[in-house]
């Protein structure tokens, strides 16, 4: 079984989805299942516990496991913070951190996001920091604790595809925990090369909410990831092929 | 360069000039372009370009799609005092009008609030006439700590004030700032803005910034439409909230648009904002700031709210009351007659109903 580890839990998908911008919360559940995603992030400022109808949490089947966000979280403190309110209002120890100090294009704040990893590693938390790909800010994400690394393809909600190629390509090369391509996954295809360059698995959530038929949406990105999936361990399969030939295919020249 | 510098740069600038030398190919071309700098947004804001409006529209919509989904923010205004030691020509609360004032006392606050709370919505924006007299900076910093304890997110629009004073109401709970600066053009400004602490342009110009400074993590601005120019205002209330959105990056920035509606006073407005010229105005802010906030208020009516969802708007208030007290007692005037009447239920099914998201709660008190 080809398995994706993350902190403590295994999971057999490498789609992980998300809650924002449907145009129904009914939808999510079709989604869900449509997708086989196993993994689903959730904005904290979007859970409201004291709404049933309009608490994202409600919407979601229970063996989902959640990954809330520290979307709106401005630097380090405020993500700390709404990791640990996330946790008492039973989102689990997962936790994705989002600090974001540009509203305009939205683009992580890497040097923040290390120090909140750090805190929040420390505190037993399964640390999936949202960065900008850069290979330094992912070692110090390995030190400080992070249980897997979530470059962006481009910025979130563009559907852009893998504007960072190049640099996801070092991450993913040299990074000893996951790799998860987030934002801007906007066409199947996209997910299929993120897939296919080694990343360990992708999240889409603005090209699945926003498509007309987000199930269907959810079906194709899942195909593809599982499409990329395979073609990449192909690839190592025919690599690892050469490096253990035991016959020799010159062997008969006596060389 | 302060924003006052920038719009002096326009002192001269020929508006009217400008427009007829716009070309179709220059708004089409403004209209797919993926970044828009200024003269794409005055492009768009050209007689011209209501030719294009459903090409403005659709493109509107996409990007708002792509950053919003189809979701709608909503909130809840409550008007806490009307007293106002000003004199502002087009306002129900000014201070030459012979109306009944009241201030909500904190234990009337408490109740309005609890009352407001039964919607479900977790946005509040609270708001006052502006007398420093009667509604100081402590009773403002109490009447935040009494919202908080209901309310995730809560928005002053209340007097301007200096970045220290904005400091403590960001530490008694207050998160965003609504600010318009009613009317860019300073001669109009002085016309309409005829006594009090209001009549300081220059000082209620740069408010957002010393709220951004504060802490704020929301800014929302815009012009009064109905008082200058309608498309110079445009223009610089885009302008304004792009220089805010450059300089503070951490700040979420939104756009109103406030059109002149009957109030006590019965102010002539200078200038008419009609709907075609409303809905190309939003697109443009839109296509120029893909990331704005687009609230739009119970000001206009039903009917028109519901169709602007579907292109480009994010926020909506939702059952507003614009007097005070007026979600229990309904004792005093209005501020200005709101036109959607309907209760936040009725709009929230309507939302859902269009095929959209409403967002009751969209941030977490920390
Ligand atoms: S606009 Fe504000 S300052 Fe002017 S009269 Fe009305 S409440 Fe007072």
Redesign the pocket.
């Known amino acids: 079984m080809d398995i994706l580890k993350i902190g403590n839990k295994e999971f057999s998908s490498r789609l992980l989805s998300g809650t924002g911008k449907f145009r129904d919360k009914n939808d999510i559940k079709k989604m869900l299942e449509k997708s086989g995603s196993q993994i689903i992030t959730v904005a904290l400022r979007r859970v409201n516990l004291e709404n049933p109808i309009d608490n994202i949490l409600n919407y979601i089947p229970k063996h989902i496991t959640l990954l809330p966000n520290t979307s709106g979280a401005r630097n380090a403190k405020e993500a700390i913070r709404i990791a640990h309110i996330a946790r008492v209002a039973g989102c689990g120890d997962f936790i994705k951190i989002e600090v974001i100090h540009d509203a305009k294009y939205l683009m992580p704040d890497n040097e923040e996001t290390i120090k909140a990893t750090k805190a929040l590693a420390n505190d037993g938390f399964i640390v999936l920091p949202y960065i900008l790909p850069d290979i330094v800010t992912c070692k110090k994400l390995e030190d400080a604790g992070a249980s897997a690394v979530m470059p962006l393809g481009s910025p979130i909600g563009s559907n852009a595809g893998l504007q960072t190629k190049s640099l996801i390509e070092m991450i993913i090369e040299n990074s000893n925990i996951p790799v998860i391509v987030d934002a801007g996954i906007g066409l199947p295809s996209h997910a299929a090369q993120a897939m296919e360059m080694g990343a360990d698995a992708v999240l889409i959530n603005t090209a699945i909410a926003t498509a007309s038929s987000p199930a269907l949406a959810a079906r194709a990105f899942s195909l593809a990831i599982e499409a990329g999936r395979t073609a990449y361990l192909l690839k190592l399969q025919e690599q690892s092929k050469y490096a253990n030939a035991s016959s020799p295919l010159t062997g008969f020249l006596n060389l | 360069m302060s924003f006052a510098n920038i719009l002096k740069e326009y002192e001269n600038f020929d508006f009217q000039n400008y427009f007829e030398n716009v070309t179709d190919e220059m708004i089409l071309t403004s209209i797919e372009k993926k970044e828009l700098n200024k003269f794409d947004f005055l492009n768009l804001l050209a007689p011209k370009a209501k030719n294009y409006l459903e090409k403005l529209a659709q493109k509107a919509h996409k990007i708002t799609v792509a950053n919003f989904g189809y979701t709608i923010n909503l909130y809840l205004p409550i008007y806490v005092s009307?007293y106002?030691?000003?004199?502002?020509l087009?306002?129900?609360?000014?201070?030459k009008n012979k109306i009944q004032r009241k201030k909500l006392s904190l234990e009337e606050v408490e109740i309005e609030a609890q009352e407001i709370a039964k919607s479900g919505i977790k946005s509040i924006l609270f708001l006052t006439?502006?007398s420093r007299k009667v509604t100081p900076l402590s009773y403002l910093c109490e009447v935040a700590k009494i919202l908080k304890k209901q309310f995730s997110f809560v928005s002053i629009e209340v007097?301007p004030m200096s970045q220290d004073d904005y400091k403590k109401l960001f530490k008694a709970g207050v998160d965003g700032l609504t600010i318009y600066q009613?009317v860019y053009d300073k001669k109009v400004y002085q016309q309409v803005?005829v006594s009090?602490e209001?009549s300081n342009y220059d000082y209620r110009l740069e408010t957002p910034q010393r709220g951004a400074e504060a802490g704020f993590r929301a800014l929302n601005i815009g012009t009064l439409f109905g008082l200058g120019d309608i498309k110079k205002e445009a223009f610089f209330s885009g302008l304004h909230a792009s220089y805010l959105s450059n300089k503070y990056l951490e700040c979420e920035l939104g756009l109103s648009l406030p059109r002149i509606n009957d109030a006590e006073g019965h102010f002539k407005p200078n200038t008419i904002l009609d709907d075609v010229t409303f809905v190309q105005i939003m697109c443009a802010y839109r296509l120029f700031l893909p990331r704005v906030e687009i609230n739009i208020s119970t000001r206009e009516n039903a009917k028109f709210r519901d169709n602007l969802l579907g292109i480009c708007a994010t926020k909506f208030s939702a059952g507003s009351k614009t007097e005070v007290g007026g979600y229990t007692k309904a004792r005093t005037e209005p501020?200005f007659e709101i036109s959607d009447k309907r209760q936040s239920d009725e709009v929230i099914q309507r939302i859902q109903s269009l095929g959209y998201e409403p967002v009751y709660k969209n941030w977490e008190s920390i």
Not at chain 2, 84 to 88: A, D, K
Not at chain 2, 90 to 95: A, D, I, R, T
């Open positions: 009307n106002c030691s000003s004199n502002c087009y306002c129900g609360f000014s201070k006439g502006e007097f009613e803005h009090g209001k501020q």
